[in-house]
């Protein structure tokens, strides 16, 4: 079973960028796919990345291409979000995930979130 631990969230205005972490355990990290989730207020969570259990393939939302960047350190059980450009519909709270896969194959294959970190974009 997973544990997840994001951290990097925080009060950036539009245009800016953050930096999310997340220090992942309790499984083979080198094996399986990670991903990145948010949920804005009110909403329901949804798919921001994924990226391969070896880095190289990556999947995006449409909403976040060309501003995200997911990224791993397999020595260190990192996965991270670089997030420029953010616009205040960003604001969310961003959850780390982990899947079943080594590849992204559905969003279903996300089965372990970490608590989350707030992201609040000011206009």
């Known amino acids: 079973q997973w544990q997840l631990v994001e951290s990097g969230g925080g009060l950036v205005q539009?245009?800016?960028?953050?930096?999310?972490?997340?220090a992942a355990s309790?499984?083979?990290f080198t094996t399986y796919a990670m991903g990145w989730f948010r949920q804005g207020p009110?909403?329901?969570r949804e798919f921001v990345a994924?990226?391969?259990?070896n880095g190289i393939?990556?999947?995006y939302a449409n909403d976040v291409k060309g501003?995200?960047?997911i990224s791993r350190d397999n020595a260190k059980n990192m996965?991270?979000?670089?997030?420029?450009?953010l616009k205040p519909e960003d604001t969310a709270v961003y959850f780390c995930a982990g899947s079943d896969y080594s590849d992204f194959r559905e969003?279903?294959?996300?089965?372990?979130?970490?608590q989350g970190t707030q992201v609040t974009v000011s206009s």
Not at 50 to 53: G, H, K, L, N, Q
Request: hydrophobic residues 40%.
């Open 57 to 59: 393939r990556k999947v």
């Open 107 to 114: 969003v279903a294959d996300f089965g372990s979130w970490g």
């Open 79 to 85: 996965v991270y979000l670089q997030m420029s450009n």
């Open 26 to 28: 309790g499984r083979t």
């Open 67 to 69: 501003r995200f960047t």
């Open 14 to 22: 539009a245009g800016g960028s953050l930096r999310l972490s997340c």
């Open 50 to 53: 994924s990226i391969a259990w």
């Open 42 to 44: 009110g909403k329901e």
